[in-house]
């Protein structure tokens, strides 16, 4: 598999330690549970899906933009539906669900994907994306 025009070791014991810290994180956002920023570098580059385009940088920055975020749903939760090894990058399948604070509008299954990039054990950039193939396409890879 080329991504970036690197061959990359997509089965070895780091990359498989990968897979599953992302799936950890996706695991707790899926129960609405945001608190954790363990798994982050505390320089971590974060983007959201959606009409934010800013890159937050570092943990308090990530904590406020995703507040803003979840400050408009009630029982938000983002779900990860499939995982694709990428070395030191974790391609996500995602969706969001919750209902509109409020409005009580309920959001259902809007689809989504992300890049996460791990490194020494942290995530240290989390692309957010509003489709599944615009992830793959940042990761350099076809789907």
Not at 21 to 37: M, N
Not at 79 to 96: C, N, S, W, Y
Not at 97 to 122: F, L, Y
Request: no cysteine.
């Amino acid at each position: 598999m080329l991504w970036g025009g690197a061959a990359r070791d997509t089965h070895g014991p780091m990359s498989e330690a990968n897979v599953e810290l992302v799936k950890g994180i996706f695991a707790a956002w899926a129960r609405g549970d945001f608190s954790s920023t363990e798994w982050a570098d505390p320089e971590i580059e974060f983007t959201i899906p959606g009409p934010d385009l800013d890159v937050h940088r570092g943990v308090e920055a990530m904590g406020r933009a995703w507040g803003e975020w979840l400050h408009a749903f009630d029982e938000f939760r983002v779900v990860g539906e499939e995982f694709l090894d990428g070395g030191d990058r974790v391609v996500v399948r995602q969706f969001f669900r919750g209902q509109g604070k409020g409005s009580g509008i309920p959001v259902d299954e809007i689809p989504g994907g992300a890049v996460v990039t791990v490194r020494n054990g942290k995530v240290t950039r989390f692309e957010g994306h509003t489709t599944f193939e615009g992830a793959l396409a940042a990761a350099g890879r076809e789907g």
